[in-house]
């Protein structure tokens, strides 16, 4: 079975950090682009981050540009994004996600502009407080 397990969200303050994981079972990060999206309550899913060997470098949504950073241990089949200097808009339910290279919306322009999702986990909270 394919599995995405987010993990790692909770409560912070603004300001704060934290690092959310994301491990994957059932296929490996070779072949896929793999990105984090999040949505907040009555708002729209927004694609965070996405990181692919298609592509020459990752993508950052311009909302956390200088602040989270992507990275994946293809070893260990897990990818990360670091969240640093945390606002209280960056609450919502973070999840991960991935698409194949050899669908019709390989990279990250394709998993995050056009969603061309192969796989999806369930997500994990993360709270701002102000």
């Known amino acids: 079975d394919v599995q995405l397990q987010a993990s790692g969200g909770g409560l912070v303050q603004a300001g704060g950090s934290l690092r959310l994981s994301c491990a994957a079972s059932?296929?490996?990060?070779?072949?896929?682009?793999i990105g984090w999206f999040r949505q907040a309550p009555g708002k729209e899913r927004e694609g965070v981050s996405c990181?692919?060997?298609?592509?020459?470098?990752?993508y950052y949504a311009d909302s956390v540009k200088g602040r989270f950073a992507i990275s994946s241990d293809n070893a260990k089949n897990t990818m990360y994004l670091e969240m640093n200097s945390l606002k209280p808009e960056d609450t919502a339910v973070y999840y991960c996600?991935?698409?194949?290279?050899?669908?019709?919306?390989?990279?990250?322009?394709?998993?995050?502009?056009?969603?061309?999702?192969?796989?999806r986990g369930k997500g994990t909270l993360v709270t701002v407080s102000s």
């Open positions: 996600a991935a698409t194949s290279y050899y669908s019709d919306y390989a990279g990250c322009s394709g998993l995050i502009y056009y969603y061309g999702v192969d796989y």
């Open positions: 059932g296929f490996t990060f070779d072949d896929y682009a």
């Open positions: 990181i692919s060997s298609l592509d020459n470098s990752p």
